[in-house]
């Protein structure tokens, strides 16, 4: 019968073993006691209400990789959400976009939380600084600024 050998790891003496020890007990008492990281701010989220009640006619609309699509050209059969109602989403501070399926634009959560666009937006959207988007045209209507959303 074969003979099973032990093989041990040593760690470095001195500093270094003591500061790998620290470590160790740091990950372990962290994962043993189930505490996670506090979110930074980049982290935290912020709830967000999304007001389309004014677009006529009625469509969906989504912001992508937070909700539902629109997967289909057919309005009647998506898991997208619909305008006549108002909604809070959660987001975190970065930029998204808002979508129907005939109007779309960037918008910018802010680290406080509240929501940033560009100003030539403002013909049809309302909420910049804060926490309530409001939007009103079903699609871009003309004006005489210049764009500067695509910036």
């Known amino acids: 019968m074969k003979e099973?050998?032990?093989?041990?790891?040593?760690?470095?003496?001195?500093?270094?073993?003591?500061?790998?020890?620290?470590?160790?007990?740091?990950?372990?008492?962290?994962?043993?006691?189930?505490?996670?990281p506090l979110p930074g701010p980049y982290g935290k989220e912020h709830e967000i209400t999304v007001d389309p009640t004014s677009l006529e006619p009625p469509t969906r609309w989504h912001v992508p990789g937070i909700?539902?699509?629109i997967a289909s050209l057919d309005p009647e059969y998506t898991d997208a959400y619909s305008t006549t109602e108002r909604r809070v989403v959660k987001l975190k501070p970065g930029q998204y976009r808002f979508g129907t399926f005939t109007f779309d634009f960037p918008f910018k959560v802010t680290l406080e939380g509240v929501l940033e666009f560009s100003p030539s937006l403002e013909q049809c959207v309302d909420?910049?600084?804060?926490?309530?988007?409001?939007?009103?045209?079903?699609?871009?209507?003309?004006?005489?600024?210049?764009?500067?959303?695509?910036?």
Request: glycine share 10%; charged share 15%; with cysteine.
């Open 4 to 36: 099973m050998t032990r093989t041990t790891t040593t760690l470095p003496s001195g500093r270094w073993r003591t500061g790998a020890r620290l470590i160790l007990a740091c990950v372990m008492s962290a994962s043993f006691l189930g505490a996670a």
């Open 67 to 69: 909700t539902p699509i």
């Open 127 to 151: 909420g910049r600084g804060t926490t309530t988007l409001t939007i009103r045209c079903s699609q871009m209507q003309p004006y005489s600024g210049e764009v500067d959303y695509y910036k």
